[in-house]
Structure formats: C-alpha cells, structure tokens
C-alpha cells in the first residue's frame, strides 16, 4: 500500500510540476526554434486577452514572419525602426481582414515600452490593430507614445516581451529580404500557450 500511495505522491507531483508563471507565457514556434514571451495581462489586458483568443482559436497554425525593418531596407531620411512582423496577412487574408480591432492600448497607459524583444500589435490607425504583431530588435523609443516613428504620436500596443529565444529573433532578422518582406517568409508553425 506504501508504495502504491508513493507512486501516486510522485505521479502527481510531476504531473502538476508545470511551470507557473504571473503572466500567461506564449511559444512562438517557427522553423527556426522557438520563441517563449511573457504577456502583460495586467498592464495590457485588452490586448492580451484578444492575442490569447486568437491563439486559442488556431488563427496562428501555419502562419509566418514576412516582414522585416533593417537599417538596409529603410529610407535614410527616415527615422529607422528594427524589427520583425509576423501574423496571419499573408496566410489567412480573408481571416484577417474581417476581425474587428482591439482598442488601442497605448505606451503611455500601459507602460511598456519598446525595449528589445518587446511584442507589440502592428496597425493602421488605433484601434485597428488585430493578428499582425513584431517584435523589437534593440530598443525602438520611436514606436512609444509620442515617437517620431508614429505619424499620429499615438504609438503602438505594446503587450509582452521575449523571454527565452532572442537568438531565433536575431537569427530571423538576418534572413534575406526584398523590400522589408521575407524573401521566403519564414514559417510559424503555431503560436500556442505555455
């Protein structure tokens, strides 16, 4: 009976021994590894729990990084911005176009900047902003609230930032481009919670 009770002690134990963390944590997987981020729940909570539906509704199975900003491929009279952009544009087209935007949750309310490996929505105007996402290579104050990136100052949602996995972020950004887009895209396989 000792033994048995002890198999259970220990069959439980290593079953519940799941990482927990504060904040939900995310892998990126790609082809080129993965890429774990913290999302900020408490400080972007609208944006959080929109990324987290879409993730959880399989939107991002089969999806890629297929943009990216370097100093090479940016006008030289411009500000410059580093980073790579992924979601489902190129992928689920018809998908993506009819999600209804997330209210903009903006730096100067949330708090977090764009520091490097932060995660952050892409957009048109506020309010638009839905699958796309980048992550920052080095830190990019430009994209804050009130930047000089921004044409209306109003920045972008930043939401987490890169905890494990920043090599595979510089190693995508380094991959061949025409023209700010993946020349191929590279792939995601599935974004999903840890």
Not at 3 to 29: A, D, G
Not at 128 to 146: H, K, M, N, R, W
């Amino acid at each position: 009976m000792k033994k048995i009770l002890f198999f259970f002690i220990i069959s439980y134990s290593v079953l519940s021994c799941k990482q927990q963390y504060k904040n939900p944590h995310i892998i990126i997987e790609t082809t080129f590894g993965n890429i774990e981020i913290e999302l900020y729940q408490n400080k972007a909570p609208k944006t959080v729990s929109s990324f987290l539906s879409y993730i959880d509704s399989g939107y991002f199975d089969h999806c890629s990084f297929y943009r990216v900003l370097n100093d090479d491929n940016q006008p030289s009279n411009a500000p410059k911005t580093e980073l790579i952009q992924g979601g489902i544009w190129r992928t689920k087209n018809k998908l993506a176009k009819r999600l209804k935007g997330i209210e903009h949750e903006s730096t100067k309310q949330t708090g977090i900047l764009h520091k490097n490996g932060t995660i952050s929505l892409a957009r048109l105007a506020p309010g638009t902003a839905t699958t796309e996402f980048f992550i920052c290579v080095g830190d990019q104050s430009g994209l804050d609230y009130g930047g000089e990136n921004v044409e209306d100052h109003q920045g972008y949602a930043a939401f987490g930032r890169v905890v494990k996995g920043m090599e595979v972020v510089k190693k995508i950004y380094t991959q061949n481009d025409d023209g700010q887009y993946f020349d191929p895209p590279i792939i995601i396989i599935n974004i999903e919670r840890e």
